[in-house]
C-alpha cells in the first residue's frame, strides 16, 4: 500500500481525530486542520481563514494531496460554507495524485424539517441571504431547522458535484457520510442521561446496535477516501444503524 497524503479538517476531535488516528496509524501523512492544535489552525466559519486554506495546505504538501476530507461541523457556516470551501479550495491540490479522492461528512439531520428559503441560499453559495435567513429563522424560533438546513444543502451540493466534470470528469470520486448518533465529546452528557438519551433515540432510532463510536464512521471515511474505492461517488451513506431505513422506509424509491 502507498504512503498517501489527507487533508483533514475537524481533524482535533470527533470523527475527525479518529480518522486522522486510523490513517496516520496505516503509515499515511496526514495534515490536520481545525482551530486549534492542529498542523493548520483556522476557523471555518471565517471567510478570510477559509480563502486562506489552499495556500496554507500547499505550503504543508508541496508535492499535492491524495484526499480531502472536509470532517469539521457543528456551526451550520462550517457545516456549508466551510466544507464546501475546503472541498473546492483544495481540489487542485488532487491534480497530481494517482487515485484522488473527497469526502465530507454531513448528518442523519439532513433528514429532518429544514427552512425551504435557508436551503435554497445555501446552494445559491450567498452567504448574505444565508444570514438573512438565519436571522429571520431565529428570530421566529425555529433553531432547531438551522443545523438540517446546513446537512441537507451540504448533502444536495455533493450529490450535484460529484458528476460534474471538475469531480467525475477528473476522476475524483467525491461522497458523503451521514452518520447517526456517534459518541463524541457533544454527546457524551446526552447519552450518559437515560431520559436524553431515550429522547435522541426517538428522533434517530438506531435499532442496530445503537449510538456508534467515533472509529466506526472513521472507517467508513478511510474506505471512500482509498485507492480501493474506483466508482462510489455521489453517495450520502447513511451510518445510523438502521435510523434511514426506519424513518424513510421505502420512501427513497419514490
Known amino acids: 500500500m502507498s504512503t498517501r497524503t489527507y487533508a483533514i479538517t475537524g481533524a482535533g476531535s470527533g470523527i475527525g481525530k479518529a480518522t486522522a488516528d486510523l490513517l496516520a496509524e496505516s503509515g499515511h501523512r496526514i495534515i490536520g486542520i481545525d482551530l486549534r492544535d492542529a498542523d493548520i489552525n483556522i476557523d471555518l466559519s471565517d471567510p478570510a481563514d477559509r480563502s486562506a486554506l489552499p495556500d496554507l495546505v500547499a505550503e504543508l504538501a508541496p508535492d499535492g494531496l491524495d484526499a480531502i476530507l472536509a470532517i469539521a461541523g457543528g456551526p451550520p457556516d462550517v457545516n456549508y460554507f466551510g466544507a464546501i ?5 483544495l481540489r ?25 428559503r435557508l436551503l435554497a441560499a445555501y446552494l445559491e453559495g450567498d452567504e448574505e441571504k444565508t444570514a438573512i435567513e438565519t ?27 460529484s458528476i460534474t466534470p471538475q469531480w467525475a470528469g477528473n476522476a475524483i470520486p467525491l461522497n458523503g457520510v451521514a452518520p447517526g448518533i456517534i459518541r463524541t465529546p457533544m454527546t457524551f452528557s446526552i447519552l450518559e442521561n437515560e431520559d436524553s438519551r431515550q429522547s435522541l433515540l426517538d428522533m434517530v432510532p438506531m435499532p442496530l446496535n445503537g449510538p456508534a463510536d467515533a472509529h466506526v464512521p472513521a472507517k467508513l471515511v478511510a474506505w471512500l477516501a482509498s485507492e480501493e474505492n474506483s466508482h462510489v461517488t455521489g453517495q450520502v451513506i447513511f451510518l445510523d444503524g438502521g435510523a434511514d431505513a426506519t424513518v424513510r422506509g421505502d420512501a427513497i424509491f419514490a
Do not use: C, H, M
Not at 470551501?85 to 479550495?89: E, P, Q, W
Not at 429563522?137 to 444543502?153: E, F, H, Q, V, W
Open 135 to 161: 436571522e429571520r429563522i431565529t428570530a421566529s424560533g425555529r433553531t432547531d431547522l438551522l443545523y438540517p438546513s446546513s446537512k441537507r444543502a451540504l448533502s444536495q451540493w455533493l450529490r450535484r458535484e
Open 92 to 116: 487542485p491540490l488532487l491534480a497530481g495524485s494517482t487515485a484522488p479522492r473527497a469526502v465530507a461528512v454531513t448528518s442523519f439531520a439532513a433528514l429532518n424539517e429544514v427552512d425551504d
Open 85 to 89: 470551501a475546503t472541498l473546492n479550495g
